[in-house]
């Protein structure tokens, strides 16, 4: 069987329905369920929660693997009805680097790279995501929501790495070219 809806027209009795049955829908989406709950107009902040509370007793796993995934949808999900602090974000942005390392160490993932995920690294040191594994080309990955100062050494670092590869490149060319 198939759904053949959008999960963010669904009203709370056919979330739990779909949830509860979701075995027997083949174009069931997880990850799209998780986004639902919080695009959803037809539900009140309180279904939503209760949604998201019912939906953990069966994807469970799949929640926390969210955090690997899909960082931003597991943030908006796990922070229903909850007003956050600075102080709130940046611990849970630490939370999410740690889960993230060991739910890779668990899977015996041992790259820096998985799928089409890499770790951010935008240069600044009090950066909340520094280290944070995300999809390059998204929205999180260009979104500027680093504050402080440009770590300088990096930088000093990869324009002297660059340079260097700038005179090797033309050493060889030159090597090549007398070999002619």
Known sequence: MKIDRKFNTLSLNEYLNYIENHKQYSDFNTLGFYRSIFENENTSLDEKIQIREFANKYFEKTFEFLQIKDPWTYIKVKTLGLELTNGDKEELWRQIRKNQELILKKKRIKHQNF???????????????????????????????????????????????RKSERKSEKIIIKKELDLE
């Not at 260009?142 to 000093?156: D, L, P, S, T």
């Open 115 to 161: 799928g089409e995920y890499s770790k951010h690294n935008c240069g600044y040191e009090t950066c909340p995501m520094d280290g944070i594994m995300i999809k390059q080309g998204s929205f999180m990955a260009e979104y500027e929501m680093c504050i402080g100062n440009i770590n300088k050494y990096v930088q000093k670092q990869k324009s002297e790495r």
